[in-house]
Nanobody, 112 residues
Framework: QVQLVESGGGLVQAGGSLRLSCAAS????????MGWYRQAPGKQRELVAG???????NYADSVKGRFTISRDNAKNMVYLQMNSLKPEDTAVYYC??????WGRGTQVTVSS
């Protein structure tokens, strides 16, 4: 079992920045790939970014060059630095481990 708690969401103007954090606890041997998904109203949940324990990353095309995912393996933390935010980035952002365990999400709202 892995428990995930996200923080750092909020309201920001277009062009601004936010940093999301996710704390993982529980069975650390189960924590391999960590990532962020998001779900906007009326849309399906989509991958934003993922990162392996060795630091390999992947990003959705829509966020490449603007978002950066990172992790601290010693602390079982994963972060999402979001820059140049756009109104279309508005969504609930979820932290996940292996797409098996999920946090409850944190709201990100970008105003135009």
């Amino acid at each position: 079992q892995v428990q995930l708690v996200e923080s750092g969401g909020g309201l920001v103007q277009a062009g601004g920045s936010l940093r999301l954090s996710c704390a993982a606890s529980g069975n650390s041997f189960s924590i391999t790939v960590m990532g962020w998904y998001r779900q906007a109203p009326g849309k399906q949940r989509e991958l934003v970014a993922g990162i392996t324990t060795s630091g390999n990353t992947n990003y959705a095309d829509s966020v490449k060059g603007r978002f950066t995912i990172s992790r601290d393996n010693a602390k079982n933390m994963v972060y999402l630095q979001m820059n140049s935010l756009k109104p279309e980035d508005t969504a609930v952002y979820y932290c996940t481990v292996g797409s098996i365990w999920w946090g409850r999400g944190t709201q990100v709202t970008v105003s135009s």
